[in-house]
């Protein structure tokens, strides 16, 4: 019923920008938090940012400072702004969504995610 999609990823000169973009369908953001997570080759996948219903964020160190987590409701879609990328952030990048409306739990772990887009290749070239 729920489902999840990214968009966005490509390859990118180191110290550009890009624009992530997560589409859920069958739930609304009114009640699911979301969050973005990256894996790079032959590394745990990693917790970047999430944005909960109630409009409360969270980031990791990684992500702070660069990336921007923001929502549009009305379009069902969640955004990550990157900026001044590095080729360490090279990796497919996942969207990821849970109800939350009635509680959760710590968002910055993956284990509470209940579904999961496809990922978005992001390359940046050194």
């Known amino acids: 019923q729920v489902h999840v999609a990214e968009s966005g990823g490509g390859l990118v000169q180191a110290g550009g920008s890009l624009k992530l973009s997560c589409a859920i369908s069958g739930g609304s953001l009114r009640w699911y938090t979301m969050g973005w997570f990256r894996q790079a080759p032959g590394k745990e996948r990693e917790f970047l940012s999430a944005?909960?219903?109630?409009?409360?964020?969270y980031h990791s160190d990684s992500a702070k400072g660069r990336f921007t987590i923001a929502r549009d409701i009305a379009k069902n879609m969640v955004y990550l702004q990157m900026n001044t990328l590095k080729p360490e952030d090279s990796a497919i990048y996942y969207c990821a969504t849970y109800n939350s409306g009635a509680g959760y739990g710590n968002p910055k772990m993956a284990r509470n995610y209940q579904y999961w887009g496809q990922g978005t290749q992001v390359t940046v070239s050194s």
């Open positions: 944005i909960v219903h109630d409009s409360t964020t």
